[in-house]
C-alpha cells in the first residue's frame, strides 16, 4: 500500500504532534512484557513440553495433543471442526491450515520469537537447550499457534519447528520483514494500552494517539489493515467492525450493552508516559486512592500475596468497567474477605468510592469523575 497516495485520497489531515527521538514503545519494554518470572517461565516451559521422543514432521508434532486441544487449536487458526470428526482427520486439516498461515502470521507474532525462530534453518529444525537456557516469552505465540514444538527430557528442552514450516523461515534474513514486525508489535502495544484505557475505541481515535508520537503518519484505513491481521495473532484485545475492544469482553453483545451506557464526551487524551503505563495496567498503580484501599485491606488475611495483588486487580477493575456495589461485596466473598461490622463496611465503601472517582472509566471514555465534575463547575 502506498500512504501517501491513500493520505491523499483521505484528504488526511495531521494532528498535533508531540515528536520525541523514539517510539513510545521500544524492543526493550516489549521484550520485558512478554517476560512472566523465572519461575513462571519455568513452570510454562514445562507445561507446554512433551514428555516424549522428538517429532520433526507437522502431523507428527500435531498427533502428541489431545483432541480437545487440537479443537480449540484449531477455533485459534479459524477453523470450524465438529467434535465428531475424527482426531487424524482433524490434524490433517489442522496441518494443512497451519502451512498455508505460517507465513502470513509471521510478521504479525512478538519480535522475541522471531529471533528465537531465526535459529531455525533447513539443516537445524530441532534446537536443545539446557533448562535454564530458554525462556518462555521466546516462545510464547509461535508455540500456542503450533508453528513450533516443544519436547523436555528433564535435563534439556528441544526446539522443533517442523520440516514443513522450515522454508518459510527464510524470509527472516531478509531486513523488510523486520522493519514490519517492529511496526506491528509498536501497533499492538498501543492497542493494548489503549484499551486498558477506554475499554473500546474506534480507529480514528488509535490513529489520533498514534499520531501524536510516532514518526510514522497512519490513517484510520491504514491502521484498519493492520490490526485485523494483529487480531488473529495476539490475545489482550480483538477488533470487529472498526472497534479495537478489550478482551475482557467476550462477545460483541457485550459491546453493544456497553457502548449504550458510554456518556458522550471527547476521549481523554494520555501523555506518553500513560500510554505506557496503561500498556503494563488497565489502572493507576501509584493513585494515592488504591495505597489507601491496599492499606486497608492488608489487614485481612488472605492465603497468599499472589491472592491480595489478584484482589487489588479486580477491586479496580470494578471501578473501571462501573459494577455495581452488590458486585464487589460478592467480590469480597470470594475472597473470603468478611467486616466485621458496619464500620468496616461503611470504611470499604468510602474508599471503594474514592477509587471510583479517581479511575479513569470506560464509559467515561478514559476520564476520571471528578475531573468531569471539575470541568463542569468550571465553566
Known amino acids: ?49 512433551f514428555k516424549t521422543k522428538p517429532e520433526s514432521n507437522l502431523v507428527a508434532c500435531l498427533s502428541s495433543y489431545t483432541k480437545n486441544y487440537l479443537l480449540e487449536l484449531a477455533k485459534d487458526h479459524e477453523l470450524n471442526i465438529s467434535k465428531s470428526t475424527r482426531k487424524d482427520e482433524l490434524v ?11 507465513p502470513k502470521m509471521l510478521p504479525y507474532l512478538p ?7 531465526s535459529q531455525f534453518n533447513a539443516e537445524e529444525k ?6 535454564d537456557e530458554l525462556e518462555f516469552r521466546d516462545i510464547s505465540h509461535a508455540h500456542n499457534f503450533g508453528f513450533l514444538f516443544l519436547y523436555y527430557d528433564k535435563q534439556n528442552f528441544f526446539a522443533v519447528v517442523p520440516a514443513e514450516l522450515i522454508e518459510t523461515l527464510t524470509v527472516l534474513k531478509e531486513g523488510p520483514i523486520w522493519q514490519k514486525v517492529s511496526l506491528n508489535q509498536r501497533l499492538d502495544a498501543y492497542a493494548i494500552s489503549l484499551s486498558n484505557l477506554y475499554g473500546v475505541l ?53 459491546v453493544e450493552l456497553f457502548l449504550e451506557k458510554v456518556k458522550e464526551v471527547s476521549y481523554y ?17 501509584n493513585s494515592p486512592a488504591i495505597s489507601e484501599m ?24 470494578s471501578c473501571i468497567v462501573g459494577d455495581q456495589m452488590q458486585d464487589v461485596f460478592n467480590l469480597l466473598n470470594e475472597y473470603g474477605v468478611l467486616f466485621n461490622g458496619m464500620d468496616e463496611i461503611n470504611r470499604f465503601t468510602e474508599l471503594y468510592v474514592q477509587m471510583c472517582d479517581n479511575s479513569r472509566k470506560w464509559e467515561l471514555r478514559g476520564h476520571t469523575p471528578n475531573a468531569l465534575k471539575e470541568r463542569r463547575t468550571s465553566r
Not at 519480535?111 to 525462530?117: I, P
Request: hydrophobic share 40%; aromatic share 14%; with cysteine.
Open 294 to 317: 491496599k492499606s486497608f485491606l492488608a489487614g485481612y488475611q488472605l492465603p497468599s500475596e499472589e491472592e491480595f495483588d489478584d484482589l487489588i486487580d479486580e477491586i479496580s477493575d
Open 111 to 117: 519480535k522475541v520469537n522471531l529471533e528465537f525462530l
Open 126 to 131: 530441532i534446537l536443545n537447550f539446557k533448562v
Open 1 to 49: 500500500m502506498c500512504y501517501i497516495k491513500v493520505m491523499r485520497d483521505e484528504k488526511y489531515i495531521v494532528s498535533k504532534r508531540e515528536m520525541y527521538p523514539s517510539s513510545v514503545f521500544n524492543d526493550e519494554l516489549l521484550k520485558d512484557a512478554l517476560d512472566p518470572g523465572a519461575k513462571l517461565s519455568r513452570h510454562l516451559l514445562c507445561n507446554a513440553a
Open 202 to 254: 474506534d480507529i480514528d481515535q488509535f490513529a489520533i494517539i498514534w499520531n501524536r508520537f510516532e514518526k510514522e503518519v497512519l490513517t484510520a484505513a491504514m491502521v484498519q489493515d493492520e490490526l485485523i491481521e494483529l487480531g488473529k495473532a495476539q490475545y489482550y484485545w480483538w477488533f470487529d467492525d472498526e472497534l479495537i475492544i478489550s478482551s475482557f469482553f467476550e462477545s460483541f453483545e457485550e
Open 92 to 102: 490433517k486439516t489442522l496441518s494443512e491450515r497451519i502451512i498455508e498461515r505460517f
Open 269 to 285: 487524551t494520555p501523555s506518553r508516559e500513560e500510554l505506557i503505563a496503561y500498556f503494563q495496567t488497565p489502572y493507576d498503580e
